[in-house]
């Protein structure tokens, strides 16, 4: 389950790598049409129907999210660099698409979540590297089940289902 963005943060994020890009000595960067906000990774499945039943009882209502700033996890054989995401209603639906998917069945992790867009993976550079964030927000009216897939080798995402916002 993902928050998927409007121009004005996808423009900010590419910015964003874009200069990171410059000063990493090598990446997997993440493409402009895959930026999005993972709620919830759910990995392979075949129960597709159950996702979208579970989806479908999540109620939320519209919020805002805004760009934040750059931040690493640092990890063995490269470090992966992101934007936080910063907002009022992130964390909660986070956690109830979560508990959710938990109850229906489904093996989600239980780890705090940590909002934040991925710029790159991989990231081998020497020391901190340190790049600019635009400020940019945008408000979430709709989340997304994403399938993740990859075509001639290239990582590519595609919305399969989504939920809107209650108004």
């Known amino acids: 389950m993902a928050v998927n963005f409007n121009n004005q943060i996808i423009d900010a ?3 964003a ?3 990171l890009k410059k000063k990493a000595g090598s990446g997997n960067f993440t493409k402009k049409a895959n930026f999005h906000l993972t709620l919830a990774f759910i990995g392979e499945t075949d129960r597709l129907s159950d996702v979208k039943r579970t989806l479908d009882g999540i109620s939320f209502s ?3 999210i805004t760009l934040g700033k750059p931040g690493v996890f640092r990890r063995p054989g490269g470090d992966i660099y992101f934007v936080s995401a910063l907002s009022d209603g992130l964390e909660g639906l986070a956690n109830k698409v979560s508990e959710d998917l938990r109850e229906s069945g489904f093996d989600i992790e239980k780890r705090k979540f940590v909002p934040h867009i991925t710029l790159a993976r991989q990231v081998v550079g020497s ?3 340190t790049f600019e964030v635009s400020p940019a927000v945008m408000a ?3 989340i997304s089940l994403m399938k ?3 075509i001639n080798g290239v ?3 595609t919305e399969v289902y989504f939920k809107e916002a209650v108004r």
Do not use: A, Q, T
């Open 13 to 15: 994020l590419c910015r």
């Open 17 to 19: 790598s874009g200069d």
């Open 62 to 64: 519209p919020f805002e």
């Open 127 to 129: 020391g901190d590297i």
């Open 140 to 142: 979430v009216n709709r």
């Open 148 to 150: 993740s897939e990859r």
């Open 155 to 157: 990582l590519k995402y």
